[in-house]
């Protein structure tokens, strides 16, 4: 049943109009309230020593979670397709939990576990600090992007099948040669586009990451924070808005690296 030209019409005007009303105009919004007093106005903005400092914090954050999950996400994959072993559906709706818990529960329950008079709390006893630092920021960004990798290439190590690692085994190949020569190269794409998803999800998480930090401007504030801090805290408007459209900026760049990535993997 094919649908008439006008029909198409109409649903195509519907989609755009909702695009527009949902994701152009708040935007546009954004960016002209952001550069409205001009360039400097919004250089000068996130220049300043608090948006400076949560700029290298979020970065610092990210440097942190992207190897531990890259490394997580291909051992992970590897067991989930390779492996046969009990629990190995009980492992699968683990990955997926961060999909399913809201992130204000994840800081809820790190604060339980870390903090003071929770299961981990004695660390602080000994001068590590984990919640309202940067050790908690870190580990409530880990869980909520721990999915990214081990989705993305997991469908890849399904594709590929198992005979180029069983001819190299053949030909003497340890397991690590094989992992190094073989498999790794044949999952470049997957990863490299789940680690570009685990940076976007990274530099944007706000929920889990507000409940486990102290908010402290030069501390631990993240770019997140930074822009609800200007918005609610300082009541400088334009300092948010200068704040979220730096955010927009690096989002937008790795919109376009998830574009490129996505498209050179088809090609494959």
Same mark, same amino acid.
């Given at each position: %049943?094919? &649908?008439?030209?006008?029909t198409?019409?109409?649903?195509?005007?519907?989609?755009?109009g909702?695009?527009?009303?949902?994701?152009?105009?708040?935007?546009?919004?954004?960016l002209?309230?952001?550069?409205?007093?001009?360039?400097?106005?919004?250089?000068?903005?996130v220049?300043?020593?608090?948006?400076?400092?949560?700029?290298?914090?979020?970065?610092?954050i990210?440097?942190?979670?992207?190897?531990?999950?890259?490394v997580?996400?291909?051992?992970?994959?590897? &067991?989930?397709?390779?492996?046969?072993?009990?629990?190995?559906?009980?492992?699968?709706?683990?990955?997926d939990?961060?999909?399913a818990?809201?992130p204000?529960v994840?800081?809820?329950?790190?604060? %339980?576990?870390w903090g003071?008079?929770?299961w981990?709390?004695?660390?602080d006893?000994v001068?590590?600090?984990?919640i309202?630092?940067?050790p908690?920021?870190? $580990? &409530?960004? $880990?869980?909520?992007?721990?999915?990214?990798?081990?989705?993305?290439?997991?469908?890849?190590?399904?594709?590929?099948?198992?005979?180029?690692e069983? &001819?190299?085994?053949?030909?003497?190949?340890t397991?690590?040669?094989?992992f190094?020569? $073989?498999?790794?190269?044949?999952?470049?794409?997957?990863?490299? *586009?789940?680690?570009?998803?685990t940076?976007?999800?990274?530099?944007?998480?706000f929920?889990?990451?507000? %409940?486990?930090?102290?908010?402290?401007?030069?501390? !631990?504030?993240?770019?997140?924070l930074?822009?609800?801090?200007?918005? $609610?805290?300082?009541?400088?408007? *334009?300092?948010? *808005?200068?704040a979220?459209?730096?955010?927009?900026?690096?989002?937008?760049?790795?919109?376009?690296l %998830?574009?490129?990535l996505?498209?050179?993997r !088809?090609?494959?």
């Open positions: %049943m094919r &649908a008439s030209r006008r198409r019409l109409a649903l195509r005007t519907v989609a755009l909702y695009l527009i009303a949902l994701l152009a105009v708040p935007i546009g919004v954004i002209w309230r952001a550069f409205a007093p001009g360039v400097g106005a919004f250089v000068a903005s220049s300043t020593p608090a948006a400076q400092a949560a700029i290298n914090l979020s970065l610092l990210v440097a942190i979670v992207v190897p531990l999950n890259v997580f996400g291909i051992v992970t994959a590897l &067991a989930l397709v390779r492996g046969r072993f009990r629990g190995r559906g009980l492992l699968q709706a683990v990955v939990l961060p999909f818990v809201s204000i994840v800081g809820v329950a790190l604060i %339980m576990l003071a008079g929770g981990f709390g004695a660390l006893d001068g590590i600090t984990v309202f630092g940067l908690g920021m870190v $580990i &409530a960004t $880990i869980f909520v992007t721990m999915p990214f990798v081990v989705r993305e290439v997991e469908p890849v190590l399904h594709e590929i099948g198992t005979e180029q069983q &001819a190299a085994a053949t030909l003497g190949a397991s690590w040669q094989t190094w020569r $073989i498999t790794l190269p044949a999952i470049r794409w997957g990863l490299t *586009y789940g680690v570009v998803l940076v976007a999800r990274a530099l944007g998480e929920g889990a990451v507000i %409940m486990v930090s102290s908010g402290f401007p030069g501390l !631990s504030q993240t770019l997140t930074l822009v609800h801090a200007r918005y $609610i805290d300082d009541h400088n408007t *334009y300092g948010a *808005y200068a979220a459209t730096l955010l927009m900026g690096i989002a937008l760049v790795v919109l376009l %998830m574009t490129v996505d498209r050179k !088809s090609e494959r």
